[in-house]
């Protein structure tokens, strides 16, 4: 076994299906779909095959918009400053809800947004690690909120929010309500017509599609400012040329997700559960929520009085690639959000390393993690406690 990769909620591996189907729009389809000659013309009826992929794969209603953009960065930040621009453009002070284990593309915008006066709450989670909808619903101030963001499904623990409640609540406060669905598109159903969501933003490379392109659903009549100007593209609302191969890729690959969603509810989770139980031998461990309020690849444990740099450094040595918490903070090895939000393990040394497999983990690649993991705890557990001998 040379190398298993786990580290699918960073990103994953393009499917074979998406890459031959991006492949001609390089070199033979290149025209900028806008162009009114024929290079243009052929390719324009690709982005919307690409489009209707998107709007069935989310179950969107024909009159929604799905606009196309780089990343769920570029989503989140979009919906964000979008709702902030329309309350000043209406002369009114910005209030925005939002929870204490988003991602960086929120809670940092959110952050930034509050240096130019918006007031941001932070709701909280409770023991599950789950925002509670009761304190959704005492949070919003009918008059005075602007937007709702809230995470699906979280990308270090995989917990799974209650997210068709926060839209009925949204719906009967005529509050605005957007979801970082990343980490749920492509592992559970995600549906625009039961969950009552005005936005929500994904990325193409959680899906075994491209990196580097991404959507974001707006219902209709829910409006957005547009934050890039200077194009008719995405109907005005996002200008610049369009990333057709990557569209046409992105399509194809939420087609492929939504077909293998079974596949992840049953062959992914066993496999989940296998690596899972074995982890949970390992004394002092601990997996972070409840097995069935999570998607089906995800493990965040934490492992007491191990330290992640050293863990993560053995597992990588031994060719298991996992991760102490999201990529994009990664250079902080020993902070966790997720740690800190739930108030884990804020007395001892613990290390939370998150393992999330792809319908292409295979089951020896899981057997082998195992053996690795193992091992890495014994010897790292073993250093440390030589250490504090010395200090004795
Ligand atoms: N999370 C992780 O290791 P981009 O990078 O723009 O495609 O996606 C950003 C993003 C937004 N929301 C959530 C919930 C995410 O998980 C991510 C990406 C990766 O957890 C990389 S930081």
Redesign the pocket.
């Known amino acids: 076994m040379e190398r298993v990769y786990l580290d699918n ?2 990103t994953t591996l393009v499917d074979p299906l998406v890459k031959d189907a991006m492949d001609p729009f390089f070199t033979k389809m290149y025209g900028n779909p806008n162009s009114l000659h024929s290079f243009g013309t052929e390719v324009h009826p690709y982005m919307g095959i690409a489009l209707d992929r998107l709007y069935s794969g989310i179950n969107a209603d024909d009159d929604d918009d799905i606009i196309i953009n780089s ?3 570029e989503g ?1 930040n979009t919906v964000i400053k979008s709702l902030y621009f329309e309350s000043v453009l209406n002369n009114k002070k910005p209030q925005m809800i939002t929870s204490s284990i988003e ?1 960086p ?1 929120v809670s940092e915008t959110m952050e930034f947004l509050e240096r130019l006066g918006a007031e941001i709450k932070i709701l909280p989670v409770n023991s599950e690690g789950i925002i509670d909808p009761d304190e959704l619903r005492k949070a919003i101030d009918p008059d005075r909120t602007t937007l709702v963001s809230i ?1 699906w499904a979280n ?1 270090e623990t995989g917990l799974i929010n209650p997210v068709k409640e926060y839209g009925e609540i949204c719906r009967e406060n005529g509050v605005k309500l957007h979801l ?1 669905a ?2 749920a598109i492509g592992k559970i159903p995600v549906d625009m017509k039961d969950v009552l969501a005005d936005y929500i933003t994904f ?1 193409a ?1 959680k899906f075994h599609g491209p990196k580097g392109i ?1 959507a974001l659903y707006v219902r209709k009549g829910s409006g957005i400012v547009p934050l890039l100007h200077g194009g008719e593209q995405m109907a005005g609302l996002r200008a610049g040329t369009v990333n057709v191969p990557y569209m046409v890729g992105m399509g194809q690959a939420l087609d492929l997700a939504v077909k293998n969603l079974d596949f992840e509810a049953t062959e992914v989770r066993r496999l989940r559960d296998k690596l899972e139980d074995a982890i949970l031998e390992i004394d002092d461990v601990e997996v972070i929520g409840r097995r069935e309020l999570r998607t089906p690849n995800t493990i965040l444990a934490s492992f007491k009085g191990m330290e992640g740099e050293a863990f993560l450094w053995d597992l990588n040595q031994n060719g298991v690639a996992a ?1 102490t918490g ?3 903070s990664s250079e902080s090895l020993e902070s966790n959000p997720t740690f800190v939000a739930m108030n884990i393990g804020a007395d001892l040394a613990h290390t939370g390393m998150r393992f999330s497999l792809s319908r292409y983990t295979t089951e020896d690649e899981i057997d082998y993690a195992i053996d690795v993991i193992r091992n890495a705890v014994k010897r790292i557990r073993g250093i440390s406690s030589t250490k504090n001998k010395e200090y004795i």
């Open positions: 909620n960073a990343c769920a960065t989140n991602h593309a995470i990308n970082d990343v980490q990325s490379h991404g991760s999201s990529a994009c």
